[in-house]
């Protein structure tokens, strides 16, 4: 099956809307984490005389599922290969929604002492295993239903499922950080884990009534060789250009987490005016997201993911200095520019656009497991963030070091190209060409 063979549109968007709620499962669960790392776990799980030591030794907990991302991503890629996105996509969402509800359920470490963190280390690594594979699967499954000419469009809403998954985390830590100190240790802090449970059973049962990928199921042969084999072999450029793509990603956790736990702990912001100036960031993400994937089915993917990375460069500076003026509107403001407008024009694209470079039988594989291996900077960015930081609290290094993954990012977009004429044949010709 081909772009120009007609599509089922009620299938397609039953996939997007899928794909749109697997991804609000995935980033609620995996910011609701970020969330509780950045404000409340160093008390519970790391407590230490140096808060600062807590502080980081929590963030790190955040970074530690990004490791088992790429692990994730092999073995969900290679089933995705081999046997089909839809009952791969099943298997991960059941896996993040089991560890999430078991964050929920921890005893902390003035119960247990040293096994709370390391219980909690083990259902971080769940997560990571199950995002590895769910949001390339959730992309690859809507862009392979999805029109030929609508892509961009379509896929852009499974990361509009990123953004209201996020809203949803922060949202339910607004009322939370309301808490007295010792209610949101006690038990408040619980609450939005546990509710994971519930999105997951709605979620399950839309996703059940996707038909499988018409494209996979249309494709004339199985890789030769192991799929990671296969891509290594003949389309490493491809996971290269991808690899650096993602770096842009960088950007999401500068903003999500260490700008959450930087502002609240060290410049004097209060939690809930933080928590709402990155709220209100994703509710402008949500506007811009589609309408930045409609621009692109119309003038490119590439020019749009470029502009917007280089732009990124620009806005990291600003967000940043924001924060040390202390002026809850300048913050907003500045949150609502980067998070919001600038990184939604690279963020609603990734999708389509690196699934594009590969050829379908390794294309679960190849963007699975380049993004996920690159995802390992911005899960540790707000740890090296805080390492860059000068004593005298100074934030330019740290501006420069995200800024410069932009920078990456944007060129490696500029150099990128999609998958060869050949490439394309041994699968199905999926791939529009780059304007």
């Known amino acids: 099956m081909n772009d ?73 890629g290679h089933l995705g290969d081999r046997i089909g996105r839809k009952q791969v996509l099943m298997m991960t969402l059941l896996l993040m929604g089991l560890a999430t509800t078991l964050i929920g359920l921890l005893p902390t470490h003035a119960s247990i002492g040293a096994w709370a963190p390391a219980l909690l280390v083990l259902c971080r690594l769940l997560q990571g295993l199950s995002a590895g594979g769910e949001q390339v699967g959730a992309s690859l499954l809507t862009m392979e239903h999805a029109p030929g000419q609508k892509k961009a469009f379509y896929t852009s809403w499974l990361i509009n499922g990123a953004s209201m998954g996020s809203i949803l985390a922060t949202s339910v830590f607004i009322p939370l950080s309301l808490l007295s100190e010792e209610q949101l240790l006690a038990w408040g802090w619980r609450i939005p884990f546990l509710l994971s449970a519930l999105m997951v059973a709605g979620t ?66 209060d939690r809930a005016s933080m928590l709402s100036a990155i709220a209100a960031s994703q509710v402008v993400a949500l506007i811009c997201q589609p309408l930045f994937g409609l621009l692109a089915d119309r003038i490119g993917k590439k020019r749009i993911f470029v502009i917007g990375s280089l732009a990124c460069c620009a806005g990291v500076f600003l967000f940043l200095w924001s924060i040390t003026t202390g002026h809850i509107a300048l913050i907003v403001l500045a949150t609502v520019l980067l998070k919001g407008i600038l990184y939604s024009a690279p963020n609603a694209l990734w999708p389509s656009f690196y699934a594009e470079m590969f050829s379908i039988r390794v294309r679960y594989t190849g963007v699975g497991l380049a993004t996920q291996l690159s995802f390992i900077v911005s899960g540790f960015s707000p740890s090296l963030c805080y390492a860059l930081l000068r004593q005298d609290g100074g934030w330019l290094p740290v501006a420069c070091f995200i800024g410069g993954l932009a920078l990456i990012a944007g060129i490696a977009a500029m150099l990128s190209r999609p998958a060869s004429d050949s490439a394309r044949a041994a699968g199905s010709a999926t791939a529009l060409p780059h304007h």
């Open 4 to 76: 120009t063979q007609p599509r089922d549109p009620r299938m397609a968007r039953r996939a997007a809307f899928g794909s749109f709620l697997g991804s609000v499962v995935e980033y609620y669960d995996f910011f609701i984490y970020g969330s509780a790392a950045a404000l409340v776990f160093s008390k519970l799980f790391f407590p230490s005389t140096d808060p600062m030591a807590g502080t980081l030794a929590a963030l790190a907990t955040f970074g530690v599922g990004y490791i088992a991302r790429p692990v994730g991503a092999l073995l969900f």
């Open 204 to 269: 399950w049962i839309i996703r059940r009534g996707v038909d499988e990928s018409p494209e996979f199921a249309a494709q004339k042969s199985e890789p030769q060789h192991a799929p990671v084999v296969e891509m290594f072999s003949k389309e490493s450029r491809a996971f290269v250009t991808v690899f650096c793509c993602a770096l842009i990603c960088a950007v999401s956790s500068l903003v999500m987490i260490f700008g959450l736990s930087w502002a609240s702990n060290n410049n004097g912001v």
